[in-house]
T-cell receptor, first 111, second 115 residues
Framework: GQNIDQPTEMTATEGAIVQINCTYQ??????LFWYQQHAGEAPTFLSY????GLEEKGRFSSFLSRSKGYSYLLLKELQMKDSASYLC????????????FGTGTKLQVIP | DSGVTQTPKHLITATGQRVTLRCSPR?????VYWYQQSLDQGLQFLIQ???????AKGNILERFSAQQFPDLHSELNLSSLELGDSALYFC??????????????FGPGTRLLVL
């Protein structure tokens, strides 16, 4: 089976940097996604990591360490609109692919 | 707009009833995924179809079933509904099976309320 852990809630200040961690245990790892989800809306894709290292996309970066079963999403220059839930999702490989989502981290950005 | 459509947007029904949720994937996408999202459990993977065939199954109850039709749209059938089935049901699609940078594109969801 798969197990994914993320902090439930985080608060950060507008303009600051925040790091959201995700740890996972899985067999047949085939990639890790980060999604942003505003309340009542559909998740939207932020990043994908399958190899170790840092992927940077504008204000958002995502890091992966496969040996540690660890990823983080880094949000820079926080804006009020970044207040949302951030979902970590792991893809399991091997014939039948299955995507497992963490319960999400609710980020509140305050002035 | 992700290009994935779901109908209806809202559905209110009673316990014991049966409902059908519909999803049309993005043009050209062969894979369809169904998820359930309730307040206390986050996003739960239910089932995946690829080009008409079931490819992966998650925590889908026996009261629930799904299929993908030749035109690639998919339906999720929920029967003998219980209060606990009240949730947001998302459909997502991807071009193939998830690989490389391919991601899933989520539809707007169907909000189901069972009274």
């Amino acid at each position: 089976g798969q197990n994914i852990d993320q902090p439930t809630e985080m608060t950060a200040t507008e303009g600051a940097i925040v790091q959201i961690n995700c740890t996972y245990q899985t067999s047949g790892f085939n990639g890790l996604f980060w999604y942003q989800q505003h309340a009542g809306e559909a998740p939207t894709f932020l990043s994908y990591n399958v190899l170790d290292g840092l992927e940077e996309k504008g204000r958002f970066s995502s890091f992966l360490s496969r040996s540690k079963g660890y990823s983080y999403l880094l949000l820079k220059e926080l804006q009020m609109k970044d207040s949302a839930s951030y979902l970590c999702a792991v893809v399991n490989s091997g014939g039948y692919q299955k995507v497992t989502f963490g319960t999400g981290t609710k980020l509140q950005v305050i002035p | 707009d992700s290009g994935v459509t779901q109908t209806p947007k809202h559905l209110i029904t009673a316990t014991g009833q049966r409902v059908t949720l519909r999803c049309s994937p993005r043009s050209g996408d062969l894979s369809v995924y169904w998820y359930q999202q309730s307040l206390d459990q986050g996003l739960q993977f239910l089932i995946q179809y690829y080009n008409g065939e079931e490819r992966a199954k998650g925590n889908i109850l026996e009261r629930f079933s799904a299929q993908q039709f030749p035109d690639l749209h998919s339906e999720l059938n929920l029967s003998s509904l219980e209060l606990g089935d009240s949730a947001l049901y998302f459909c997502a699609s991807s071009p193939q099976l998830l690989a490389g940078e391919e991601t899933q594109y989520f539809g707007p969801g169907t909000r189901l309320l069972v009274l």
